[in-house]
């Protein structure tokens, strides 16, 4: 049976004269971008410039939402009111959609960002606010979560589908959690050990955590970032060594 596993990049995050990433190029290595939605990143005119590569690449459009935090580039934990959590999102996707509805595409899924994508992991009552701003907004869009998290069985029983990601660049736990960024050799900066972790992802089902046991991952996506240094070589090399092993790189999600 071939197998088949999505990549995915957060982009779009460039702002006016501030410059985040490489875009274009790694609009040439994944299937899925994970665009700004100008809440914790990303201008207008950026963002619309993303999205028209990512149409032109055939990369399919996700939202990358995230709290209302341009200075701390959403990465700050926040303590949103649900019902203002709820209408953050709603207003992200449909300002990302109007965007690509412009240029003739669309948004099919749903990525958080930083802190919220940590947070609604395990904080249900956030976790419901973002859910039910997707279901308002529109109920077939896929919900990306960190493997293995609460959020994915929450998410479920509210009728969304989800796809579980795992991350080419940082380590894990034995438990299957994501090493704290504050700990040392929470992030890996080899490019060809990341990729050989990737491809044991995809064969194995899961990679060898840094207490040294083999620990399950069940991800249908990888995200590959692309705003550290040398991340656009390791994508490329996740990208090629999978390939060259019989993998196909292909988005979860398509036209609605």
């Known amino acids: 049976m071939k197998k088949i596993i999505d990549l995915n990049s957060d982009l779009g995050e460039s702002f ?7 875009d274009a190029a790694m609009l040439n290595v994944v299937s899925s971008a994970n665009v700004a939605c100008g ?9 619309l410039k993303t999205l028209k590569a990512a149409k032109s690449n055939n990369v399919v459009i996700g939202a990358h939402v995230g709290y209302p935090d341009l200075v701390g ?9 649900s019902d203002e959590l709820t209408a953050d999102v709603i207003y992200q996707i449909g300002a ?10 669309q948004v099919t899924y749903v990525k958080p960002h930083g802190a919220l994508y940590n947070t609604i992991a395990h ?3 956030q976790a419901m606010a973002v859910i039910e701003a997707i279901k308002a907004i529109d109920s077939t869009l896929i919900l990306v979560a960190l493997a293995g998290s609460q959020l994915i069985e929450w998410a479920q029983e509210n ?15 034995a438990d299957g959690t994501l090493v704290s960024r504050k700990q040392a050799g929470s992030v890996l900066h080899d490019p060809v050990e990341v990729a050989q ?3 044991q992802l995809v064969n194995e089902g899961g990679v060898i955590s840094i207490e040294g046991k083999f620990t399950p991952i069940d991800a249908g996506s990888i995200c590959v970032h692309g705003d550290s240094p040398g991340a656009l070589a390791m994508a490329q090399q996740v990208r090629e060594l999978l390939q060259q092993n019989g993998v196909e790189i292909s988005a979860f999600a398509g036209d609605k």
């Open 123 to 125: 904080d249900k009552r």
């Open 16 to 22: 006016g004269q501030w410059q985040m990433g490489n």
């Open 197 to 199: 972790r990737m491809l």
């Open 159 to 173: 009728g969304l589908t989800v796809v579980a990601e795992a991350f080419a660049d940082r380590a894990y736990h």
């Open 73 to 81: 580039f959403g990465r700050r934990n926040m303590d949103v009111a």
């Open 96 to 105: 990302l959609n109007g965007l690509a509805a412009a240029i003739g595409s």
């Open 39 to 47: 809440f914790h990143a990303g201008s207008p005119e950026g963002i």
